[in-house]
């Protein structure tokens, strides 16, 4: 990412809706993968987590509910962030993950994947790193006809297709169990906005500066409330994608 959004991200990141929203989604499907891990274990022990591209720190703070979390990413100014915090984290490329075969019960990538110039490299080191039945939870941008100015200054490759993730993720060896669009709710409002944007030229410093003050934490609610929805029923498209994979 560039620079200088590590820094918004860090500000906005624990109230702004988009944030505060898919928190709470990944919330909800952690839950489940911790439940099944400890439905399955003979005897009970602490989760090791490990949040692949940790940025500033907000998720990696969500993962350390679950048991012993860590972060790694490429960023010295990211992980400074997350050190200020308090946060074990250390310096490291997706695709050269600086931990030991099957260190992890559970590992994370959320909105970083779509960073890599080598998807499934990075992909088979979250399974590398992942014990045998342990579980990789991934969040995607969805729909490359609904690139933006963020996708831009984010550096993203690309964004997925559902078909797209779940392929690349078997090719890196996962068994895919889950995987279904979210934001359902603000897809229609994005879609617009993005397109008024390349329409008119107008390039924000970064998209998650644009936001309604007034109605930044009724947006939060909204979009956190899709995680009742998706504990039952899969959405057929939305901003970006969910999957839950296992290493068996």
């Known amino acids: 990412m560039q620079q200088h959004t590590y820094a918004i991200m860090d500000r906005v990141e624990d109230s702004h809706w988009w944030f505060v929203g898919r928190r709470a989604i990944l919330e909800s499907f952690l839950k489940g993968i911790v439940a099944k891990l400890n439905t ?16 500033t720190g907000a998720n990696l703070e969500m993962l350390s509910a679950f048991g012993n979390a860590e972060g790694v990413d490429v960023s010295d100014d990211a992980l400074e962030f997350c050190r200020r915090k308090g946060l074990t984290v250390q310096k490291g490329l997706a695709e050269k993950l600086p931990y030991e075969h099957g260190a992890f019960d559970v590992t994370t990538a959320l909105d970083v994947v779509e960073h890599l110039d080598d998807d499934i490299a990075g992909l088979r080191e979250m399974y590398r790193v992942t014990k045998h039945g342990g579980y990789s939870l991934i969040f995607v941008p969805a729909f490359m006809w609904l690139w933006g100015v963020q996708d831009d200054i984010s550096h993203h490759r690309i964004r997925y297709t559902k078909k797209e993730i779940v392929e690349r993720l078997k090719q890196a060896g996962y068994s895919v169990e889950r995987a279904t669009y979210a934001n359902f709710t603000f897809f229609a409002p994005i879609l617009g ?27 939060g609610k909204l979009f956190s409330a899709e995680r009742h929805i998706l504990k039952n029923f899969d959405f057929p498209f939305g901003v970006s994608i969910v999957v839950v994979a296992r290493k068996n």
């Open 40 to 55: 399955e274990r003979a005897k009970a022990r602490t989760l090791n987590l490990l949040d692949v591209g940790c940025g």
């Open 193 to 219: 906005g993005r397109t008024l944007m390349r329409v008119s030229g107008i390039k924000p410093e970064s998209e998650n500066n644009i936001t309604i003050s007034a109605l930044n934490g009724v947006f």
